[in-house]
């Protein structure tokens, strides 16, 4: 049940965004206090899907480093380098700029396993992995931001509710799942439910989305003309990510099950761990917002067609390090 869960969650989180839209669109002021649930139902979610990386377990992936080496090339020099380049096709609006980069920096630590396992990859060095990318984004975010918006980026912050968003919904859910975590290795009943709550992330999703396309809809449909382009930059994005992926892979000599986990990273991006971070910042960058809830929802269409496309693209990347990668993370 939990496998037919995942697998149909794509079909989910869709019907719930045009369910959202069409009641915000229909029904505005039954809406309108619907942000108000948000943080709440985020907080939640973020708690239940970090339980499911595993923290504690972080040695695990240290001991792949030629995947390591990849993962992080990959997510953390090519990727910024290519958004980089996506910038000079977005309009000038720095709220929207800094929706694309809050977005696009950060790779995905949780569906990212889920599309992993079912496009083939290698779910075990997934699950390793996602902790360190959750860990390095984290910490080299700010200076992405820096980088690419200067020091107004940090004014920005410092005069917002960034920090307390950063701190209260993306911290602590952090450190009470590594608590959660520790006391499931020493309790059964804690581990139990950390089990059970291994089934809330996919409906709790589904509902994040459907409270934010009902609560944001007549903010989407304000700046339909700006996000041509920015559909444009995300489709892109999604090519590179998979030529990058490919040719990480050819690199390496990654087998195709190793070089799909890599290429689902680099495609996937953190954007409900991002959203509270938007959503805390002032009125006239809400439209951060809707680039941060519009790249999900293209980036949903986008790894279905990774699913189909990969297989073929990713056939005949293993090189001479082949019989090496076939040995499974989990053997170690």
């Given at each position: ?5 995942e ?38 979610l973020?708690?239940?899907t970090?339980?499911?990386v595993?923290?504690?377990?972080l ?12 993962l992080?090339?990959?997510?953390f ?7 980089g380049?996506l ?6 609006d ?21 599309f ?18 959750l860990i390095?984004?984290?910490i080299?975010?700010p200076?992405?931001i ?7 980026a ?10 307390p ?9 952090l ?8 006391l499931?290795?020493?309790?059964r009943r ?11 992330p ?20 304000g700046?339909?003309a700006?996000?041509w382009?920015?559909?444009v ?15 990480l ?7 195709p ?15 409900f761990?991002?959203?509270p971070l ?16 519009f ?26 390090s ?9 053997d170690?």
């Amino acid at each position: 049940m939990h496998e037919q869960l995942e697998r149909h969650q794509v079909w989910l989180y869709l019907v719930a965004i045009l369910s959202g839209m069409a009641i915000g669109w229909s029904s505005p002021e039954q809406t309108r206090d619907w942000e108000l649930l948000l943080w709440p139902v985020l907080g939640v979610l973020l708690y239940t899907t970090f339980t499911q990386v595993p923290l504690i377990h972080l040695r695990l992936a240290f001991r792949d480093g030629r995947f390591l080496a990849a993962l992080l090339t990959g997510n953390f020099i090519l990727i910024p380098m290519v958004v980089g380049l996506l910038l000079w096709l977005l309009p000038a609006d720095p709220a929207i700029r800094l929706g694309v980069l809050l977005v696009l920096l950060v790779p995905c630590t949780d569906w990212f396993i889920s599309f992993t396992h079912l496009g083939g990859g290698d779910g075990a060095r997934a699950i390793a992995a996602a902790p360190i990318l959750l860990i390095v984004q984290l910490i080299l975010l700010p200076v992405y931001i820096w980088l690419f918006m200067g020091t107004f980026a940090i004014e920005l912050a410092v005069s917002s509710h960034l920090l307390p968003a950063f701190f209260g919904l993306i911290v602590t859910p952090l450190i009470l799942a590594w608590i959660t975590e520790r006391l499931s290795e020493m309790h059964r009943r804690v581990h139990r439910l950390v089990d059970w709550l291994g089934w809330l992330p996919v409906p709790l999703l589904a509902l994040v989305v459907f409270l934010i396309a009902g609560s944001q809809v007549s903010l989407v449909i304000g700046n339909d003309a700006r996000l041509w382009s920015v559909l444009v930059v995300f489709v892109l994005y999604l090519v590179a990510a998979a030529t990058i992926g490919k040719g990480l892979s050819e690199l390496f000599g990654f087998t195709p099950t190793i070089s799909r986990t890599l290429t689902f990273s680099l495609g996937t991006r953190n954007s409900f761990v991002m959203l509270p971070l938007a959503l805390s910042l002032p009125e006239a960058w809400r439209a951060a917002v809707v680039v941060i809830v519009f790249q999900s929802l293209v980036e949903l269409f986008g790894m279905i067609t990774y699913l189909r496309w990969l297989p073929h693209l990713l056939k005949n990347t293993d090189g001479p390090s082949k019989r090496h990668d076939k040995a499974n993370i989990s053997d170690h």
